[in-house]
């Protein structure tokens, strides 16, 4: 077994154990492998061990993986700040961006969806710790951009992502992302499609599992350390 192979298998093992702990279904969550800043060996590794969601945070490193594994058959997630000078890239080549944090954002990408290509899946980034360095909309603001995408036909919405502040306590954690899935319940109670909830990375994804997320966002302990 290479090492990819190795950390994928504990990862799955352990996102098993906190499903188990939190009483869901043993299919419940989606692992993406973040490649940003791996290898294009990395991902293929990665593939070949059953992986097949994989997320990436800049255009300009991805576009050349997109290009090389373009017959792989891998679904691509969108996980970085999205520029708009960028969103053609991003609406032509990526199934999921994760990071829809802005009205104009969601305009372009439905215009640059290409017609043959299914809906964009997107989930609304919340900035639940109110940080001015990272994106996300407040959460009192999701339910105006969540209006907003149903509006436009080439974009679906499926949920909510958050990336809770660094280095915070489990308890206080957990408070991120229980507030992010009552986010999420009080909008599908609006009507909007709630079925994804990406949170969790790393550091915290079994906390994340156990206060119901169906997507986690997991590099470090699948590929090693970034170059
Ligand atoms: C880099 C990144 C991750 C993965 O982080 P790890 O700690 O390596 O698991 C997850 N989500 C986002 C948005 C990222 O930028």
Known sequence: MTDITYH????????????????????????????KRQSIEHIQAAFAAGLRDFGESYVQEAEPKLEQLAELGVVWHFIGRIQSNKTRTIAERFHWVHTLDREKI???LDAQRPYY??????L?????????????????RAGELA???????????RGLMTIPPA???????????????????????????????SMGMTADFELAIEAGSTCVRIGTAIFGPRS
Not at 124 to 140: F, H, L
């Open 147 to 157: 209006a907003l995408v149903a509006r436009l036909p080439r974009l679906r919405l």
């Open 117 to 122: 290509a299914p809906p964009l899946n997107v």
């Open 8 to 35: 994928l298998e504990a990862v799955r093992a352990r996102v098993r154990e906190a499903l188990i702990r939190a009483r869901r279904a043993d299919d419940d969550v989606t692992i993406v492998g973040v490649s």
């Open 106 to 108: 969601a305009v372009r």
């Open 124 to 140: 609304i980034q919340v900035n639940q710790g109110g940080e001015p360095q990272k994106g996300g909309v407040p959460p009192a």
């Open 167 to 197: 280095d915070l306590r489990p308890a206080e954690s957990r408070e991120h992302f229980a507030a992010l899935r009552s986010l999420a319940e009080r909008l599908a109670g609006a009507g909007h499609p709630m079925d994804t909830l």
